[in-house]
Nanobody, 119 residues
Framework: QVQVVESGGGLVQPGESLRLSCGAS????????MGWYRQAPGKQRELVAV???????NYADSVKGRFTISRDNAKNTMYLQMNSLKPEDTAVYSCNVDVKSGDVVRRYWGQGTQVTVSS
C-alpha cells in the first residue's frame, strides 16, 4: 500500500507565497510522473503542473512564471512553490503520484490541502 500526503496549504494575502509538499510512502519501487491539481468551488479540477521522472515539467498557462514544481527523488517528495499568489488561485490542491510497486504501476492521490488567497 502507498500513502500520499500533501501539506503546506493555508491562508495568505495576494502577492504572497506558499510552498506545498507532496510525500509518498509505503511499498514503492520507483515513482514516475507526479502532478499537482486544484479544484475551486463550483469548478472542475484542473491540472496545475506536472513533473516527470526525468524532471521535465509542464504548467497550466494561468500559473506559468509564478509557480515552480520540483521533486526530491531521495525523499519521494514533490513540491510546488507558489509565488505572487492571486485570489483566483484559491482552491483545494491535490497531488497525484504514479508509483511502481513490484510489477504494478498505479496512480495514487493525496487528500488535498486548502489554499486561500484573500485580503
Amino acid at each position: 500500500q502507498v500513502q500520499v500526503v500533501e501539506s503546506g496549504g493555508g491562508l495568505v494575502q495576494p502577492g504572497e507565497s506558499l510552498r506545498l509538499s507532496c510525500g509518498a510512502s509505503g511499498k514503492i519501487s520507483s515513482i514516475y510522473a507526479m502532478g499537482w491539481y486544484r479544484q475551486a468551488p463550483g469548478k472542475q479540477r484542473e491540472l496545475v503542473a506536472v513533473i516527470t521522472s526525468g524532471t521535465s515539467t509542464n504548467y497550466a498557462d494561468s500559473v506559468k512564471g509564478r509557480f515552480t514544481i520540483s521533486r526530491d527523488n531521495a525523499k519521494n517528495t514533490m513540491y510546488l512553490q507558489m509565488n505572487s499568489l492571486k485570489p483566483e488561485d484559491t482552491a483545494v490542491y491535490s497531488c497525484n503520484v504514479d508509483v511502481k510497486s513490484g510489477d504494478v504501476v498505479r496512480r495514487y492521490w493525496g487528500q488535498g490541502t486548502q489554499v486561500t488567497v484573500s485580503s
